[in-house]
């Protein structure tokens, strides 16, 4: 259930508006894995969590595009010229500064060595570092990827809430309320599990 969202102005809806239409051009002809849902609904979702919580136009661009560099072959510098254009150099900075420091680096293609488990630790250790507006991303990531899981996979469920509860046990440095927020709904869905 979506919480009220922060009100943003005329111009930061026109800004996250065209990130949106960046983001899905980015996405395009990729679907929710376990929907035929276009990919776009799972960072505008994750958007409008952080929503909630901020009317950071940085913040709720970089949750928009949380996912591009990792999934997609837009590339960081073409993120930035795009950026660029819509909030100048400081904001198109931070701005990818976010979306790179959620970007997994431990990944199955650059690890194929490593089991999931070992890629996820080290990937938890390097998220420990990341910024607290990050981490807020991270939180609203979560919130968004468990409702999904539980419905569809929940045999993986209980592996996601042990890595989702052993990331936030090292990311307490976001938004407090969605930090609870995410705390919570681990518990409660791990309870049911």
Not at 60 to 87: K, N, P, Q, R
Not at 114 to 130: D, F, Q, Y
Not at 137 to 162: E, M, Q, S, W
């Amino acid at each position: 259930m979506l919480e009220k969202q922060v009100e943003i102005s005329i111009d930061q809806r026109a800004i996250v508006a065209a990130v949106t239409r960046f983001a899905e051009m980015a996405h395009r002809g990729q679907t929710r894995k376990y929907t035929v849902e276009p990919y776009i609904v799972h960072p505008v979702r994750v958007m409008e969590i952080c929503r909630q919580v901020t009317c950071d136009t940085k913040v709720l661009c970089a949750a928009l595009l949380h996912d591009v560099l990792e999934d997609t072959a837009v590339t960081a510098y073409e993120i930035h010229s795009y950026l660029y254009a819509l909030l100048g150099t400081p904001g198109a900075k931070q701005t990818l500064d976010l979306v790179v420091e959620l970007t997994d680096v431990y990944t199955k293609s650059a690890y194929p060595e490593w089991n999931r488990r070992k890629r996820k630790e080290a990937e938890t250790e390097r998220l420990a570092g990341i910024s607290p507006a990050a981490q807020t991303i991270k939180y609203a990531d979560i919130l968004d990827n468990i409702t999904a899981i539980v419905l569809n996979d929940p045999g993986f469920a209980r592996v996601f809430v042990r890595e989702s509860d052993a990331l936030l046990k090292r990311l307490d440095q976001g938004d407090e309320q969605l930090y609870e927020r995410a705390k919570e709904t681990l518990r409660r869905v791990g309870n049911r599990l």
